[in-house]
């Protein structure tokens, strides 16, 4: 839960560097002192909520918890949210960036990235290592090789379902959109937009979202509940977090195939595999459509 937590502060202090970004991409509004006051006190309010969450107090029980120190994590969360509102209104015209490689970039270093630098250190508060923590010493080849074919054989059933959950919602009448990481490949038209984009997206992604889903969250749920819980709330939660509703399904039938093929084989290299052939088929498909 911890993990989690600091994960999604590691999101929230995306959004703020996005701001900034976005900030001297517009004609300015505001005195630029008093917009950069507001990002860095929100950061550094976030960037203390992680480092106290890490500290050695435990979120896994509810009454184990110091209630000063749970206040303080509560002031400094919403301080940052309180001064990355208003940062935020000091923007002429939204806060989307309009360059895709710097907007991919935010959000997987943000993201995925933050995941695995987090993970490492909470492998460490629990004594142990990548490989074994992961799974990763075990039958390393030919957990590979089973990850890269089952994602062979899931890809045709999950994008073809997913085809059919996008003409299903416009029937009737929820016009579901693109992914936002879609659009932003549809975008970078140039070598290093989809270098960076192939990069973030085919590699960075499917391993931060493996550890941290499968690796991490799924065993800590298994632990605290039980198997069928673990399997599917962490699969409803990997679908959601795509924040996409054509998708929510295929992604969560993903999710549980990723789940029983770990199970399977007790190495998280073969959910990466069949999550990074996943990720680099729609990456070559979209690739092929802009040209």
């Known amino acids: 839960m911890c993990l989690l937590v600091s ?17 001297f991409e517009t004609p300015e509004t505001s005195s630029v002192y008093e917009f950069l006051a ?71 270093l943000t993201f995925q990235g933050v995941a695995l630098l987090l993970v490492h250190f909470f492998l460490r508060q629990h004594h142990t290592g990548w490989a074994e ?14 990850g890269i074919g089952a994602g062979i054989l899931v890809l045709y059933p999950v994008l073809r379902l997913n085809e059919l959950c996008f003409h299903l919602f416009e029937r009737l009448t929820l016009h579901p959109q693109e992914q936002q990481a879609v659009e932003i490949l549809r975008q970078a038209n140039t070598f290093l937009g989809r270098a960076v984009s192939f990069v973030g997206t085919v590699l960075i992604a499917p391993a931060g979202e493996e ?50 093929l770990y199970e399977y084989t007790g190495n998280l290299l073969a959910p990466i595999a069949v999550h990074c052939v ?6 070559i498909a979209l690739f092929y459509q802009q040209k």
Do not use: C
Request: no cysteine; charged share 10%; net charge positive.
């Open 38 to 108: 507001l990002s860095a006190g929100a950061f550094l309010a976030y960037v203390a909520a992680i480092v106290l969450l890490f500290r050695a107090w435990p979120l896994e029980d509810i009454h184990e918890i110091n209630e000063t120190k749970l206040i303080l994590l509560l002031a400094m969360v919403f301080s940052g949210m309180f001064l990355t509102y208003f940062a935020g209104r000091q923007i002429k015209g939204g806060i989307e960036l309009k360059n895709p490689v710097v907007a991919m970039s935010i959000a997987v």
């Open 278 to 283: 996943f990720n680099g088929a729609n990456f």
């Open 133 to 146: 923590g992961l799974g990763f010493d075990r039958n390393p080849s030919q957990s590979l090789l089973i």
């Open 211 to 260: 550890i941290l889903f499968r690796g991490v969250l799924y065993p800590w749920a298994k632990r605290k509940f039980s198997q069928s819980a673990a399997l599917w709330g962490t699969a409803l939660l990997f679908g959601f977090i795509h924040v996409n509703l054509s998708s929510f399904i295929p992604l969560t039938l993903l999710a549980v195939i990723l789940v029983l």
């Open 7 to 23: 994960v999604i502060i590691g999101i929230m202090t995306g959004a703020v560097i996005t701001m900034v970004v976005r900030y």
